[in-house]
């Protein structure tokens, strides 16, 4: 299932460098962002650093000239875009579990993917996306619906959502609301941050994190048909 909205309305990240919830509202300083677009020469050239079903995948620390990066949400998906990328989905568990491991296995603390809230101009008036907390959620990348938040998903043999964070509340829990106002609408996976394992939460979208990339249908098919020969 596809939701209709508008790419532009992702421009509502804000800047600030800080891994756990903040006591202070972070300010916009950068207004006006907006998603990049692919470039082909790095499209052509992307880090495949793994490869599953169709698409290839990296993970920013394993790239020599992105390893101490740690990005905001929107900075995270024009990185992978300039690559014919985005943010990693997670639509199967087979999926998860392979990215679960990534983590587990590099020590990771915490990565985005491509996960948001459409709590933005466009998602108004849809009662198939409420309550948002359960159903308000989808993958930016292919603007696909993530499946209702409160139950195991079709498919799955696990809720990839923790069952705890900052509340003692499963996820997702928009905690940073309560604190400074800043929604939670960004999909983030975090390593044991509550004592919980490897999970899902949501998280204010500003944080600075690692990111893992995925390769984009659309953006390989747009520059590989606007590039003839070019190889991808
Ligand atoms: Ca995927
Ligand atoms: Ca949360």
Not at 32 to 61: D, E, I, T, W
Not at 115 to 127: Q, S
Not at 148 to 158: E, K, L, V
Request: proline share 6%; with cysteine.
């Amino acid at each position: 299932m596809k939701i209709v909205l508008v790419l532009a309305a992702v421009a509502c990240a804000y800047a600030a460098a800080e891994p756990a919830i903040n006591e202070v509202r972070p300010v916009s300083n950068r207004p006006g962002r907006f998603l990049s677009l692919p470039v082909p020469q790095k499209c052509a050239n992307r880090p495949k650093q793994f490869f599953f079903r169709g698409h290839n995948y990296f993970f920013s620390g394993s790239i020599p000239e992105l390893a101490n990066r740690k990005v905001d949400w929107l900075d995270g998906r024009n990185i992978c875009r300039e690559y014919c990328m985005d943010l990693v989905t997670l639509e199967t568990q087979e999926e998860n579990n392979m990215i679960f491991r990534l983590i587990q296995q590099n020590d990771v603390p915490y990565i985005w993917t491509s996960g948001r809230l459409c709590d933005f101009k466009g998602c108004e008036n849809r009662p198939d996306l409420e309550p948002k907390n359960v159903f308000g959620w989808f993958w930016s990348s292919n603007r696909e619906k993530i499946q209702p938040t409160n139950r195991t998903p079709n498919g799955w043999s696990y809720n990839p959502w923790s069952q705890t964070g900052h509340k003692k509340q499963r996820q997702p829990d928009n905690a940073e609301f309560d604190i400074n106002s800043t929604t939670e609408s960004c999909l983030s996976i975090l390593n044991n941050v509550y004592n919980d394992g490897i999970a899902w939460h949501d998280v204010a979208c500003y944080h600075e994190k690692p990111i893992v990339c995925e390769d984009s249908d659309e953006l390989l098919n747009y520059v590989a048909s606007t590039n003839r020969g070019l190889r991808l």
